[in-house]
């Protein structure tokens, strides 16, 4: 079964330094999002990604953070410089809409500390 | 914008039992509502979604209902195992505006006891 990956499992980091996660979304998918998830929080939706630009974001997705596509198959969040609240499970998803379905698929996560 | 409530934030029942958890939306254009799985570890799963269309839909053990009117939602599963015990979140969206831009609820966690 097609599956989204996520890496690394788990970062922890300095404040004020810059992370990158990474995401492969499964192959012929064309939408992809990030989410997080605060330790005993909602999952927040950030940020929506469609044909190499945004297609929406949250009032969390500032200036500190970015996304791109920087070849046909990963899809990476940036952290500029992190903050202690940016401590928190990142999910990447994807989902291909022409299908039908908006069915999101949704990576294992990856979880950031920031110290 | 959207929000959505749920509850109970945790359940427990006893394998063979029924458990049902509810949503409530505060958007009457939301149009498109998914059930996740979330174990441990894990991403989230769907493991059920219904648009605003239907009054109900079932899938095996599970089932879910939507009241437009009331804006709620419930997710009911019958003849609970093991297996099912984890986090399960409702979530709400506006499919002709922001496919993906799910709002979820809070997440249940629900322990099923042998």
């Known amino acids: 079964e097609p599956e989204v990956t996520q890496t690394p499992s788990h970062q922890v980091t300095q404040m004020g330094q810059e992370v990158i996660l990474r995401c492969v979304p499964i192959s012929n998918h064309l939408y992809f999002y990030w989410y997080r998830q605060i330790l005993g929080q909602k999952v927040e939706f950030l940020v929506s990604?469609?044909?190499?630009?945004?297609?929406?974001k949250s009032e969390i997705f500032d200036d500190q953070f970015s996304v791109e596509r920087p070849d046909g198959s990963n899809f990476t969040l940036k952290i500029r410089s992190t903050k202690l609240e940016d401590s928190a499970m990142y999910f990447c998803?994807?989902?291909?809409?022409?299908?039908?379905?908006?069915?999101?698929?949704f990576g294992e996560g990856s979880r950031l500390t920031v110290l | 914008g959207e929000n959505v409530e749920q509850h109970p934030s945790t359940l427990s029942v006893q394998e063979g039992d029924s458990a049902v958890i509810k949503c409530t939306y505060s958007d009457s254009a939301s149009n498109y509502f998914p059930w996740y799985k979330q174990e441990l570890g894990k991403g989230p799963q769907l493991i059920i979604d219904i648009r605003s269309n239907v009054g109900e839909k079932k899938d095996q053990r599970i089932a879910v209902t939507l009241n437009k009117t009331a804006k709620h939602f419930s997710l009911h599963i019958t003849e609970t195992q093991p297996e099912d015990s984890a986090v399960y979140f409702c979530?709400?969206?506006?499919?002709?505006?922001?496919?993906?831009?799910?709002?979820f609820g809070a997440g249940t966690q629900v322990v099923v006891t042998p």
């Open positions: 990604f469609y044909n190499n630009e945004i297609s929406e």
């Open positions: 979530a709400a969206s506006l499919t002709t505006d922001s496919w993906g831009k799910l709002q």
């Open positions: 998803a994807s989902n291909g809409v022409w299908q039908g379905t908006g069915e999101l698929f």
